[in-house]
Structures are given as structure tokens and as C-alpha cells.
């Protein structure tokens, strides 16, 4: 044997017994391990290289002492998938289900009744395989599972379709409300059908991108729920990133499917894990002394992985391919912004783009489309919604704030402890390199008088602070307790603002509390109403991913943020629906409910703006190297801790006057933030890299393109793109919808549609021309004619009453009158109703806005 694969055989003698397998007899039993067996394998034809017998070079033994597994091993220079083909013969030969391939580095798993061949990182233990080996997987029970929006409900409770009160539309709100029911919404439906529809096609990996706040872990429940009762999986591990995501997934999935399956924490419960169906860990438990290696690779058929690009990232990466089955990857941050940079390598920008790119492979979406994606504008913009809300903006600026912005930032020329300062100050250097306890107040003092308040307890409403530092955090605090006890004596005992950072004791617990609404007990603005003393969170790098706390009112951002995924991220925290609620039991238990319909964002150092306008999201830019030492990448922090400060010099006081120097207020509309829109110009980059699209349009095969338009890319039964006509209306904010052609010059030649005033007046002047109407229509007649044009267009009461002949009807509705029809003539109105039905599609132009 020569000396490359005699090596490779000793590290492979390593890992089957670091697996528990047994090469030699011992105390705990015979040998399971049998090496270079001879296998018969004269039924597999002469075209076997050129021989009818071959020896295994392991054969993996059950308790039985009979033969369950092919290991297959090549010297280390040469690929284990090499020997793919030959393992499968000799697995064949002897009915056998599992094939290991291995050169001593690198390894791979494949059960031959599930798919293909999966890396892994150690070789699976005997009991893992005998325990899988009773499991068969059935990929057509999977996808034709019925999933309806009562799919979760059914498990809380079986009778649900039958139940009268649940029938009765009338009853029906109420009756899931009182029972606590999880009832899906479509688009829930539909990343679930995707996924069902991405299996049938043969994928194992699937990425679902869903903004902060549409319910992905009621989602996960479903899919959950889905592997399970199909038989496509036995058990399912959910992994999270932070250690307070633990309780809240575990809860969620006991509240939803509790019933029907048992939901375990990994960590509670170390030593009968394998009676849970589903497992919650986060990454660093089980990467925590490589103790995801205490696991087999096929202890789990699916894992799941919460805010994908964090929990698989750097070392992270080990504990999710560790495992074989099925994956799935969940992310509220879309990698479309990113798109077409070449930045330094070592940039952070890059070095961002490339963590999401990575993610977006790990799951086999290298095409940067995900198995399905519904995004903040799709939230918001809903028909059957709203199930998002978008933020009103205060860009607030103080006097020195706003220098830092400017270019030439802010200078300063004075002597601070006995040193000489002459230096320019920016907008990355605040309490970095200085810091100016008066531009801190003028903060919090801006904070307390411009938060939203609580619409029922009418104090300030629940906000996060997002800070540079936890020393700065704790600045804040301490001001925002000062204020608040001489603001409203005696509501607040130093327990207005709190930090919460990872230097804070038991700061998990805290956040968990605040969310639910319990931290430092309840308000004492408002008797017996259940909403936190505590009103202000404080932060650094906490609270930004996966944190639920619907009813939160404020985001203040008294620090810079660089990274769009950062910024979605904080962002998102806000866009959660919620419904105030209060029982005044003074007034018979009355009950007042007053529904969320906005959040605001405080920002001191332009962030919005910064996003808004001047990121540019496809060029090159230069940011804070806060992942780079010695221009070498080092692995990116898990988010639960606060990421560090980088101070180059030590920290000075200016101790300098300054003032609030303006506030602006924007209130986002349904188009959402520049941020949210760049999803079209990945979807229009992915259209026009199909050869066969573009073929068709080239040769100018118009219909056939359009065809193909519809046919293969739009629509929501596509996955990889899920872009539909009406998607695309929202994304431009149209008041009207857009048929296939436009689309298609809209992708093609980027020919921005016309608003529905816009197209209306260009098909009235198409009816001019091709009629020859120029001469006869002028003055009076052309208004009276347009207005004609217009109301039968948009007025469905118009067109209506008009097709009747029920023309005593126009007089309540003021578009178009008795008189003006009267002076067309009936020939002229005819002519122009005629025009319209022809060439018009009325239905596209009657959309709400």
C-alpha cells in the first residue's frame, strides 16, 4: 500500500473510532468493522473495470454483525467523490443503504434512499445509522401535503375547520383571538409552498428572506410541522444566534405546535435530548469545546438556521455542515444592495458582500435569488394586510453633529488637559476619539421631547437607543434617569432608561423582559395597564437581530451606522404591528384598543439620509475596519455581544456648547426607503443574464419574449424570483397596474411606466390622432371630451351608468355631467366609449391607492 494512502487509512481508522466503532474486539464487543472484504459483483456487468469481484475496503457492521454501511476510502490527494460510482456498485451488490467516502481529510455521507452525497465533518455512530435506517424519507408526502392557513391552527386544536364559531365569519376574529390560534397569512402559505415546490425539484437547501416582523419563526413552526408529520424528518434542529432566541423559538413552537410534537432546549435538557422532536441550540453552545462532535451527522433530517448569514458565519460554518438532511436558512437581510462591488478585499463592505454571497450559496441559491422572499415593501403594501409599518423619520442635528457630517468635519483648535488639540474631527470619531457631555444631552433632551408617546398611557412610548459604546450607553442612561425624575417626579424611580448591553448582569433577561412588558413591574401612568415601567432600552450591538417587541414606538439613533444589512436590521425592530390594548375596569371593563399605524426613528447622525441618498450601492466605498487587523479578516462576531471599539488615540473631552440646529420630518410612504427598493434592480440584472429571454428580444421576437416573460419569470408561483406585475407596481408606486409590455421595456430599456394622469392623456391623444379629432375637438369640446375619456376610464360609476343609459345617475358623482355629453353628441361620445373598450384595459387603471 503506498505511503500516501496507508496514511490516509490511519486517519480514517482514527475518526471510526472516535465514532465509537469498534476495529478490533473489546470489552464492549466483537469487531464491527471488516476491511478489504471481498464483494461478489458479477450482476453489475463487464464493464466494471473489467472485473467481476471487489474488495470493500470497510465494511461497516450492525448490531446484528451484518453489513450497513460501504466506507470507501482513496490516499489524501485524490477526491473522495472519486469513488462515488465504485462505493454504489459495492453498496448495490450487498443491499446496502448508506455509502461513507473518504481520503482522511475530506468526507462524505450519502444515503442512497434520500439524494446525494453530503459532506460531513466526522463519520456517523453506529446507533445513528441504525436509528435512521428505520426512517425512510418520502419527498411526495412532502410536496403534496395540503398546506392552508389553518395548517398551525389544527395542531392547537384538530376540530378547528368543524368549529361553529370558526365557521360563522361573524364569530370567527373573536373566536381565534380567545383561543389563541396561529392563523397563517398567504404569504406564509406561499414560502411553504416554495419550499415544497424547491424539494420536488430534487433541492435539499432552501433560503427564505422575509423582512423583520412577517413571522418567520411561525413560519419555521409550518415547515416544521411539514417535515415531521410527512416522515421527512425524525428530528429537527432550530439554531439561533443569541441565547435569549432559545426561549423565544421555544415558546413560539410550544405555543404552536406543542402539542403534537416535543420541543426541547439542548442546553436544559443535555442528557434526554433524543426525546424532542425538535432541538433549539444557539451556534456558539454547541461550538462551545466542539460539542456538536457529541452529536452523529445524521441525528438531525433538517436544521434550520435563524438569521442564516450570522448563525453559519466564520467558525459557525462548522456546526451547520456537520450535519447532514435537509437545511434551511432564514434571513430578513437581502444581499441585493451589495451586488456588482469590488471593493478591497479586506473593506468591510466587501467582506459583508462576500459573508451574504456565501450565504446565499450555502443554501443553492447562487443565483442571489432566495426560495422565496417577501420584503418590507411587500409587508406594508399588502392587499391583505398592512402586516408591516414604515417609519416617520426626525433627522435631528446638532450644531456639532452637523459639521461632523460635513466634509471638512469638525475642527478643533484648543488645549484640553494641558495638551494642544488642533485636529479635524468626523463622524466615525465620536466618542471614539472625543466625546462632549453637552452633545449628549441635547440627545436625550431631543429624545423626550419629540418621542411618540403611547397612544392609551399617553407617556413616552417604548423605544430602543442605539449607542456608540457601552460607556456611552451608560452615559445616556444616567441622563435620561436624571431627566425623566424631574420631568415626572415620582412615575420613575432611575428605572426610566436601562442599559442593556453584554457588560450588564443577567442583560438576556432584561431584554426579555422589556419585550414582555414587565421590566422594573408595569407603568404607573396608566392603572392595571400592562405595559413596562421601564420605557427606554439603551444598546450598543444587542437588540438589533431577532428581537420581538411589537410594541415599540422609537428607534434613536445616537450613533453612525455603515452597514446597510446593520441598518435594515435596527430598523426592522420597529415595523411590527401592534394593537394597544386596555381593560378599564373603572367603566364597566371597557375595552380600548388603539392600533399601531407608524414607528419613529430619532436620528442624530443622518443615518437615513446617509442610506437614502449618498450610500452608493453598487460602487466601491470606504468604511470603518472594524473586522480587520493587519489587513487579515478575522471571523465576524456572533451578535450576542457588543462588537468592539477600535480607539486609536485616547478618548478627550471638548466640553464645547451645542444646540439642536434643526429637526426634519419625513414620513415614509408605501414606496419605502431606498433601501428597500434596490430589490428590482437584482431581479432586472437576473433578467437580462437569460440567454433565452434576451434571444428572443434581440432577434425581435416580441411576442415570443413576452410569452416567455410570463411563462417563466413573473409570478408567485416563482420562486426564483417571486416578482409579480403587482410587485412591480408597488416597487414604482404606481397608481395603476402595468401590463407586459411595459414590464418589458421597464426591464430592458429602463423606460419608467407612466402614472395612470400620464397614460390616460397619452391615450386620449392616440384617440385624437387616429380619428383625426384635432380640427373638431377644441376648446370646450377637448375638455369636455377629455373628461369624458377620463371618468368612463377611472369611474366605475361613470362607465356603469353610462352602459345603462342611466344618465340622471352622473349628476351625484361630479366627474362628468348630462350637459357636457349633450354638447359631444351621442355620435362623438359613442365614438369615444367605443375607443375605450377597444384599445383600453379599464381594470388596470382602477387600482386603490
Same mark, same amino acid.
Given at each position: 500500500?503506498?505511503?500516501?494512502?496507508?496514511?490516509?487509512?490511519?486517519?480514517?481508522?482514527?475518526?471510526?473510532?472516535?465514532?465509537?466503532?469498534?476495529?478490533?474486539?473489546?470489552?464492549?464487543?466483537?469487531?464491527?468493522?471488516?476491511?478489504?472484504?471481498?464483494?461478489?459483483?458479477?450482476?453489475?456487468?463487464?464493464?466494471?473495470?473489467?472485473?467481476?469481484?471487489?474488495?470493500?475496503?470497510?465494511?461497516?457492521?450492525?448490531?446484528?454483525?451484518?453489513?450497513?454501511?460501504?466506507?470507501?476510502?482513496?490516499?489524501?490527494?485524490?477526491?473522495?467523490?472519486?469513488?462515488?460510482?465504485?462505493?454504489?456498485?459495492?453498496?448495490?451488490?450487498?443491499?446496502?443503504?448508506?455509502?461513507?467516502?473518504?481520503?482522511?481529510?475530506?468526507?462524505?455521507?450519502?444515503?442512497?434512499?434520500?439524494?446525494?452525497?453530503?459532506?460531513?465533518?466526522?463519520?456517523?455512530?453506529?446507533?445513528?445509522?441504525?436509528?435512521?435506517?428505520?426512517?425512510?424519507?418520502?419527498?411526495?408526502?412532502?410536496?403534496?401535503?395540503?398546506?392552508?392557513?389553518?395548517?398551525?391552527?389544527?395542531?392547537?386544536?384538530?376540530?378547528?375547520?368543524?368549529?361553529?364559531?370558526?365557521?360563522?365569519?361573524?364569530?370567527?376574529?373573536?373566536?381565534?383571538?380567545?383561543?389563541?390560534?396561529?392563523?397563517?397569512?398567504?404569504?406564509?402559505?406561499?414560502?411553504?409552498?416554495?419550499?415544497?415546490?424547491?424539494?420536488?425539484? #430534487? =433541492?435539499? @437547501?432552501?433560503?427564505? *428572506?422575509?423582512? &423583520? $416582523?412577517?413571522?418567520?419563526? %411561525? !413560519?419555521?413552526?409550518?415547515?416544521?410541522?411539514?417535515?415531521?408529520?410527512?416522515?421527512?424528518?425524525?428530528?429537527?434542529?432550530?439554531?439561533?444566534?443569541?441565547?435569549?432566541?432559545?426561549?423565544?423559538?421555544?415558546?413560539?413552537?410550544?405555543?404552536?405546535?406543542?402539542?403534537?410534537?416535543?420541543?426541547?432546549?439542548?442546553?436544559?435538557?443535555?442528557?434526554?435530548?433524543?426525546?424532542?422532536?425538535?432541538?433549539?441550540?444557539?451556534?456558539?453552545?454547541?461550538?462551545?469545546?466542539?460539542?456538536?462532535?457529541?452529536?452523529?451527522?445524521?441525528?438531525?433530517?433538517?436544521?434550520?438556521?435563524?438569521?442564516?448569514?450570522?448563525?453559519?458565519? #466564520? =467558525?459557525? @460554518?462548522?456546526?451547520? *455542515?456537520?450535519? &447532514? $438532511?435537509?437545511?434551511?436558512? %432564514? !434571513?430578513?437581510?437581502?444581499?441585493?444592495?451589495?451586488?456588482?462591488?469590488?471593493?478591497?478585499?479586506?473593506?468591510?463592505?466587501?467582506?459583508?458582500?462576500?459573508?451574504?454571497?456565501?450565504?446565499?450559496?450555502?443554501?443553492?441559491?447562487?443565483?442571489?435569488?432566495?426560495?422565496?422572499?417577501?420584503?418590507?415593501?411587500?409587508?406594508?403594501?399588502?392587499?391583505?394586510?398592512?402586516?408591516?409599518?414604515?417609519?416617520?423619520?426626525?433627522?435631528?442635528?446638532?450644531?456639532?453633529?452637523?459639521?461632523?457630517?460635513?466634509?471638512?468635519?469638525?475642527?478643533?483648535?484648543?488645549?484640553?488637559?494641558?495638551?494642544?488639540?488642533?485636529?479635524?474631527? #468626523?463622524?466615525?470619531?465620536?466618542?471614539?476619539?472625543?466625546?462632549?457631555?453637552?452633545?449628549?444631552?441635547?440627545?436625550?433632551?431631543?429624545?423626550?421631547?419629540?418621542?411618540?408617546?403611547?397612544?392609551?398611557?399617553?407617556?413616552?412610548?417604548?423605544?430602543?437607543?442605539?449607542?456608540?459604546?457601552?460607556?456611552?450607553?451608560?452615559?445616556?442612561?444616567?441622563?435620561?434617569?436624571?431627566?425623566?425624575?424631574?420631568?415626572?417626579?415620582?412615575?420613575?424611580?432611575?428605572?426610566?432608561?436601562?442599559?442593556?448591553?453584554?457588560?450588564?448582569?443577567?442583560?438576556?433577561?432584561?431584554?426579555?423582559?422589556?419585550?414582555?412588558?414587565?421590566?422594573?413591574?408595569?407603568?404607573?401612568?396608566?392603572?392595571?395597564?400592562?405595559?413596562?415601567?421601564?420605557?427606554?432600552?439603551?444598546?450598543?450591538?444587542?437588540?438589533?437581530?431577532?428581537?420581538?417587541?411589537?410594541?415599540?414606538?422609537?428607534?434613536?439613533?445616537?450613533?453612525?451606522?455603515?452597514?446597510?444589512?446593520?441598518?435594515?436590521?435596527?430598523?426592522?425592530?420597529?415595523?411590527?404591528?401592534?394593537?394597544?390594548?386596555?381593560?378599564?375596569?373603572?367603566?364597566?371593563?371597557?375595552?380600548?384598543?388603539?392600533?399601531?399605524?407608524?414607528?419613529?426613528?430619532?436620528?442624530?447622525?443622518?443615518?437615513?439620509?446617509?442610506?437614502?441618498?449618498?450610500?452608493?450601492?453598487?460602487?466601491?466605498?470606504?468604511?470603518?475596519?472594524?473586522?480587520?487587523?493587519?489587513?487579515?479578516?478575522?471571523?465576524?462576531?456572533?451578535?450576542?455581544?457588543?462588537?468592539?471599539?477600535?480607539?486609536?488615540?485616547?478618548?478627550?473631552?471638548?466640553?464645547?456648547?451645542?444646540?439642536?440646529?434643526?429637526?426634519?420630518?419625513?414620513?415614509?410612504?408605501?414606496?419605502?426607503?431606498?433601501?428597500?427598493?434596490?430589490?428590482?434592480?437584482?431581479?432586472?440584472?437576473?433578467?437580462?443574464?437569460?440567454?433565452?429571454?434576451?434571444?428572443?428580444?434581440?432577434?425581435?421576437?416580441?411576442?415570443?419574449?413576452?410569452?416567455?416573460?410570463?411563462?417563466?419569470?413573473?409570478?408567485?408561483?416563482?420562486?426564483?424570483?417571486?416578482?409579480?406585475?403587482?410587485?412591480?407596481?408597488?416597487?414604482?408606486?404606481?397608481?395603476?397596474?402595468?401590463?407586459?409590455?411595459?414590464?418589458?421595456?421597464?426591464?430592458?430599456?429602463?423606460?419608467?411606466?407612466?402614472?395612470?394622469?400620464?397614460?390616460?392623456?397619452?391615450?386620449?391623444?392616440?384617440?385624437?390622432?387616429?380619428?383625426?379629432?384635432?380640427?373638431?375637438?377644441?376648446?370646450?369640446?377637448?375638455?369636455?371630451?377629455?373628461?369624458?375619456?377620463?371618468?368612463?376610464?377611472?369611474?366605475?360609476?361613470?362607465?356603469?351608468?353610462?352602459?345603462?343609459?342611466?344618465?340622471?345617475?352622473?349628476?351625484?358623482?361630479?366627474?362628468?355631467?348630462?350637459?357636457?355629453?349633450?354638447?359631444?353628441?351621442?355620435?362623438?361620445?359613442?365614438?369615444?366609449?367605443?375607443?375605450?373598450?377597444?384599445?383600453?384595459?379599464?381594470?388596470?387603471?382602477?387600482?386603490?391607492?
Amino acid at each position: 500500500m503506498a505511503q500516501k494512502e496507508a496514511k490516509a487509512r490511519l486517519k480514517i481508522n482514527m475518526l471510526l473510532s472516535d465514532a465509537g466503532w469498534r476495529l478490533l474486539d473489546n470489552e464492549d464487543g466483537p469487531a464491527n468493522v471488516d476491511v478489504e472484504n471481498k464483494v461478489d459483483i458479477e450482476n453489475l456487468g463487464d464493464d466494471f473495470e473489467n472485473t467481476r469481484r471487489g474488495f470493500v475496503d470497510y465494511l461497516l457492521l450492525g448490531s446484528n454483525q451484518k453489513p450497513i454501511a460501504v466506507l470507501e476510502a482513496k490516499r489524501e490527494s485524490i477526491p473522495p467523490l472519486s469513488a462515488k460510482e465504485q462505493a454504489r456498485d459495492y453498496a448495490n451488490s450487498l443491499h446496502l443503504r448508506y455509502v461513507i467516502l473518504s481520503n482522511g481529510n475530506t468526507h462524505y455521507l450519502w444515503d442512497m434512499q434520500f439524494g446525494n452525497p453530503e459532506p460531513i465533518s466526522s463519520f456517523p455512530t453506529l446507533s445513528s445509522l441504525e436509528d435512521e435506517k428505520k426512517w425512510v424519507s418520502d419527498v411526495d408526502a412532502l410536496v403534496n401535503e395540503n398546506i392552508s392557513r389553518t395548517y398551525i391552527a389544527e395542531s392547537q386544536m384538530p376540530e378547528i375547520k368543524t368549529h361553529p364559531d370558526y365557521i360563522n365569519e361573524d364569530t370567527r376574529s373573536e373566536f381565534i383571538e380567545k383561543n389563541k390560534l396561529k392563523i397563517l397569512r398567504k404569504y406564509q402559505v406561499n414560502a411553504i409552498k416554495a419550499v415544497q415546490k424547491s424539494a420536488q425539484n #430534487g =433541492n435539499k @437547501r432552501f433560503l427564505l *428572506e422575509m423582512a &423583520t $416582523g412577517t413571522g418567520k419563526t %411561525l !413560519t419555521c413552526a409550518a415547515i416544521i410541522k411539514l417535515f415531521l408529520k410527512t416522515g421527512n424528518a425524525q428530528r429537527i434542529l432550530f439554531l439561533v444566534d443569541r441565547i435569549e432566541l432559545e426561549n423565544q423559538a421555544k415558546k413560539s413552537f410550544r405555543q404552536s405546535i406543542g402539542k403534537d410534537y416535543v420541543v426541547k432546549v439542548w442546553k436544559e435538557d443535555r442528557d434526554n435530548w433524543k426525546t424532542a422532536d425538535i432541538v433549539i441550540s444557539t451556534v456558539q453552545s454547541l461550538l462551545a469545546s466542539s460539542r456538536y462532535r457529541d452529536f452523529s451527522p445524521n441525528d438531525f433530517n433538517l436544521i434550520i438556521s435563524d438569521e442564516a448569514h450570522r448563525s453559519i458565519g #466564520g =467558525n459557525a @460554518r462548522a456546526v451547520f *455542515e456537520y450535519f &447532514t $438532511g435537509y437545511k434551511i436558512g %432564514l !434571513t430578513a437581510t437581502p444581499k441585493d444592495f451589495l451586488k456588482n462591488t469590488k471593493q478591497d478585499e479586506n473593506s468591510e463592505k466587501e467582506f459583508e458582500r462576500r459573508e451574504l454571497l456565501d450565504t446565499y450559496r450555502t443554501f443553492g441559491c447562487e443565483s442571489g435569488q432566495p426560495t422565496f422572499r417577501y420584503d418590507l415593501k411587500d409587508g406594508v403594501n399588502d392587499p391583505d394586510g398592512p402586516f408591516l409599518v414604515n417609519p416617520v423619520i426626525l433627522d435631528a442635528r446638532t450644531n456639532i453633529t452637523s459639521r461632523l457630517l460635513a466634509d471638512e468635519g469638525y475642527a478643533v483648535h484648543k488645549i484640553i488637559d494641558g495638551e494642544d488639540v488642533d485636529e479635524n474631527f #468626523g463622524i466615525r470619531d465620536f466618542e471614539k476619539t472625543f466625546f462632549n457631555e453637552e452633545t449628549n444631552r441635547v440627545f436625550c433632551e431631543t429624545f423626550m421631547k419629540y418621542a411618540a408617546v403611547d397612544p392609551l398611557s399617553k407617556e413616552i412610548g417604548k423605544t430602543i437607543i442605539f449607542t456608540v459604546s457601552q460607556k456611552h450607553a451608560e452615559k445616556i442612561v444616567q441622563m435620561l434617569n436624571q431627566i425623566a425624575m424631574e420631568k415626572f417626579p415620582g412615575k420613575y424611580n432611575s428605572d426610566f432608561a436601562i442599559q442593556i448591553t453584554s457588560n450588564v448582569r443577567d442583560a438576556q433577561q432584561l431584554s426579555i423582559s422589556f419585550s414582555e412588558n414587565n421590566l422594573r413591574g408595569h407603568t404607573r401612568w396608566l392603572s392595571d395597564y400592562e405595559s413596562s415601567r421601564t420605557r427606554v432600552a439603551v444598546t450598543v450591538g444587542m437588540m438589533t437581530t431577532g428581537y420581538d417587541c411589537s410594541d415599540l414606538l422609537n428607534l434613536v439613533f445616537m450613533r453612525p451606522v455603515f452597514s446597510p444589512s446593520d441598518f435594515i436590521q435596527m430598523k426592522g425592530r420597529g415595523t411590527r404591528l401592534h394593537t394597544f390594548k386596555y381593560v378599564d375596569y373603572e367603566n364597566g371593563e371597557k375595552v380600548k384598543t388603539i392600533k399601531k399605524e407608524n414607528f419613529r426613528i430619532i436620528d442624530f447622525f443622518a443615518v437615513c439620509e446617509y442610506f437614502e441618498e449618498k450610500y452608493d450601492y453598487n460602487a466601491p466605498l470606504v468604511v470603518p475596519m472594524s473586522r480587520q487587523t493587519q489587513n487579515t479578516l478575522v471571523t465576524p462576531l456572533l451578535i450576542d455581544v457588543d462588537p468592539p471599539v477600535i480607539v486609536v488615540n485616547r478618548t478627550v473631552d471638548l466640553n464645547e456648547n451645542d444646540s439642536l440646529s434643526g429637526i426634519d420630518e419625513t414620513i415614509v410612504g408605501k414606496e419605502g426607503m431606498r433601501v428597500d427598493r434596490e430589490m428590482f434592480r437584482s431581479f432586472q440584472d437576473e433578467v437580462k443574464s437569460n440567454e433565452e429571454f434576451v434571444k428572443l428580444y434581440n432577434n425581435g421576437n416580441i411576442d415570443g419574449a413576452l410569452s416567455y416573460l410570463k411563462s417563466e419569470i413573473l409570478g408567485e408561483d416563482k420562486p426564483k424570483f417571486y416578482m409579480t406585475p403587482e410587485k412591480i407596481r408597488k416597487i414604482f408606486n404606481l397608481d395603476r397596474r402595468l401590463d407586459l409590455r411595459e414590464i418589458l421595456d421597464l426591464i430592458m430599456n429602463n423606460k419608467e411606466p407612466l402614472t395612470k394622469a400620464q397614460y390616460i392623456q397619452q391615450k386620449f391623444n392616440e384617440l385624437i390622432s387616429d380619428k383625426g379629432l384635432s380640427e373638431t375637438l377644441v376648446g370646450e369640446l377637448y375638455n369636455d371630451a377629455f373628461e369624458l375619456f377620463d371618468a368612463y376610464i377611472t369611474d366605475r360609476r361613470v362607465s356603469e351608468a353610462i352602459d345603462n343609459r342611466d344618465y340622471s345617475l352622473l349628476a351625484g358623482f361630479g366627474s362628468i355631467t348630462i350637459e357636457q355629453l349633450k354638447r359631444l353628441g351621442i355620435e362623438r361620445v359613442n365614438q369615444i366609449i367605443s375607443y375605450i373598450r377597444d384599445y383600453i384595459n379599464v381594470e388596470k387603471l382602477r387600482v386603490k391607492d
